[in-house]
């Protein structure tokens, strides 16, 4: 180092240091809400989006569900019962008329009214806005018309601009009442009106969606209070004085803490520094079920994993090489092995917590057994070549799993070359969507409401990822979709899953545990698999 | 000035350019994207103009409206830096205090009584200290002092500075003081036996005197020297020690931003990061004079 760099390095550790001073001074970080406030903390990360058309990943959920009612809600069984609606009825599960309740209001004092809902779903469907939960609109009358097609596709053509922002299948009647007219008949409608996405939004906010996104202003037990949404740090709440739906809030506020990852979050609520985490980090349960006692709550979710097959892939055409690989893994080790056999193995693509859930409906095929496992591959005359298996680099859980699969198909199968296509998340989906996957690979669902329905159409609709010729099993949905009550529905969804599970272009693994904790400073903590983004009842949590 | 600044920030642009995958598909996530939004978003953030012209938009809202771009959830990258950049400077200042003070203390130290067990305990504690990963001490010291002890938060910037950046800090300033000791004890010990630190002790000056006044001022010019450069290297952010610790600094975002191809945000935090060497070198350039009375500028 030259003395003239010596000094360069020097000075602009001097200039730095000037800076740092500068930057220090008149920082404080204090809440400024008064000490006798019974508020309590949730761990949460960085939402994408607040307003609920937008938000769409469960750190966003989890707010808007403390924010905002919707026409519907679920209780204790999964079953859908109204909110904000007075009635919801239809004589064709094609056009359904919803009554909303008179006398609710916003947080800004604004009734909540049929003009409400129909403003804040159009805005959801409207394209331009570019809103995430767009596509749950997707069923709803003249969605299409907001939605134009780019004449052609990625070519150099700009899509037209819609020539309307309002669908033609949403008719306000009266103050109180519209209608919905959709596309197909849909039996399971009501239920998905429950999902944050549906949630109506006020006339104050339809001037600017930008602010509402940033600071909503719901109708739900907590309203954004004070700084509001202070990104990468917290988001706070209070309770709404002029609540008058069925979960009011028994604390005086509620903060979302901002974490960076789930091991920060869980090592501040060993140290009552934060009050609520839903999702403790798999590798920490066991600690955790030692160190909080009866404050550890496992709950069953939604969420399930699959092992899809590109079937537009020759290989992977041949049903009993599938069966083969469903036969050789064995799930509950894998499920010992890696997540502290905290998840649940399945052989349903259907969720256990969801309305129609047969135990092991997809029979011996699902279940672990090397010699039968043998006897398939064999039928199916072997496999050539090098089988690739495909994951996001998203969780280090992922590889942990699939170098278990492989180890197993090597194994009981004799697959000698296995390779692994690690892919940067943000590059994976879409290698699925635009059917380049070489191999097996991961999938994932996220419950949006509990019906069969929500899991079963991604997997048999013509849009599916796995290439898997759906016509069957799309016909039971429809009729399921057609039916005149959920009751009747589910036994066609039974059907549809049985039909989908016999043909196995995706095999069943395991069904996730949520493994959530809560500190000593609050009491009442009600974690329900069918609450919105996490588990928790904020609104029933007290403060001691 | 301005061509490096230009330069860096066109070189960071392609690299972000290059970096594979879809933004807009992976924020999606495992749910059906339709093709109007999508369409919609990509106009949003530009992402289907050319190279150059993405870049030159985003020169000249940086230029002539101070517009740093939107990160993918609304928020202006300009207040992300603003806001991340006081969590990184408070940190960087805590840990460079710790390694100035702490550092330099055992240095002394040890320089003094050379050979001994001061010595010693020094050589071997740095060694301990250098050699131990900063993730494995950060976990530890959480565990340790924030969960058991309780003497420091454990997590996360709600207690302000100084007490939610102590523990952080002193963790990163751990290996880095093992550094400082050293050259302090080497350069203090080699000056011990400099002519004119006899000349002193010769003429009967004080102990004291001969050490504070005449070897540690000399010896402390490499010090001082390595101290500065060390205050860029904690701005440039901590991303191990943020992410344990919770605190939304600069290393933290940029990790985050890579992770879903947020360009903006990449390209604004380094950019800025270019900035304050930039600035950093210009005062530098123009403190030469003041600092040393035979270079002077015509």
Known sequence: MTELARRTRWAAGLAALALTAAACSGDGDKDDGDAKAKTFTVANQEPGHLAPGAANDSYGIRVVNALFDRLTRLDKSGMVVNEDAESITSTDQKTWTIKVKPGRTFHNGEPVTAQSYVDAWNAAAYGPNAWDNNYYFGNIAGYDALNPEDPDGDGPQDAPKPKTDKMSGLKVLDRQTFTVKLTDPFSQFPLTLAFTGFAPMPKAATKDLKAFDQRPIGNGPFMISGSGWQHNKQITTQKFAGYRGSRPAHADGLVFKTYASRDAAYTDLLANRVDILETIPPAKVREARRLLGNRFVTTPGGTMDYLEFPLYDKRFQNRDLRYAISRSINRQAIVDAVFNGAFRPTGTIVAPIVPGYRPNACGLICMYDSRPAKKFFEKAGGFSGTLELWFSNADPSYEQWMTDVANQLKQNLGIKNIRFRKVPQADYLSNLTDHKATGPYRANWVMDYPSAENYLTPRCGPSNRQGYDGKECMALIRKGNRAKSIAESVRYYQRAETVLLKDLPVIPLWNWQEQGGYSKNIGNVNFDSYEAGGGVHYDQVTVK | ?298
Request: no cysteine; proline share 5%.
């Open chain 2, 1 to 298: 000035m301005v061509p490096v600044l230009l330069g860096t920030t066109l070189f960071i642009y392609v690299l972000v350019f290059a970096l594979p995958g879809d933004p807009i598909r992976a924020l999606a996530g495992e749910k059906p994207l339709p093709d109007s939004v999508y369409r919609a978003l990509r106009e949003h953030y530009h992402l289907d103009d050319p190279l150059l012209v993405q870049y030159g938009r985003y020169l000249f809202g940086v230029l002539f409206r101070g517009d740093f771009g939107e990160t993918f959830n609304g928020q202006s990258v300009g207040q992300l830096i603003a806001d991340s950049w006081t969590v990184t400077a408070q940190l960087a200042a805590t840990a460079w205090i710790f390694e100035l003070v702490v550092g330099m203390s055992l240095g002394v130290w040890a320089g003094l009584r050379r050979g001994g067990f001061a010595d010693a305990a020094v050589l071997g504690g740095t060694t301990v200290a250098i050699a131990i990963p900063s993730f494995v001490l950060a976990y530890s010291a959480q565990l340790v002092f924030g969960l058991k002890l309780g003497w420091f938060p454990t997590a996360g910037t709600d207690d302000g500075w100084p007490m939610s950046y102590l523990l952080p800090g002193m963790v990163v300033a751990a290996a880095e003081l093992g550094y400082v000791a050293r050259l302090t004890r080497t350069s203090l010990v080699e000056n011990m036996r400099a002519d004119y630190v006899r000349t002193a002790v010769a003429k009967g000056l004080p102990r004291r005197r001969v050490v504070v006044r005449h070897t540690l001022r000399n010896s402390l010019i490499p010090v001082v020297t390595y101290l500065g450069t060390q205050i860029g290297y904690f701005m440039a952010g901590s991303i191990i020690v943020e992410g344990i610790f919770n605190l939304p600094g600069v290393g933290h975002e940029l990790w985050l931003a890579l992770q879903i191809k947020e360009g903006p945000t990449i390209v604004g935090i380094v950019t800025f990061l270019v900035l304050i060497y930039l600035f950093a070198n210009l005062v530098v350039d123009l403190l030469y004079g003041v600092l040393d009375p035979r270079i002077r500028y015509d």
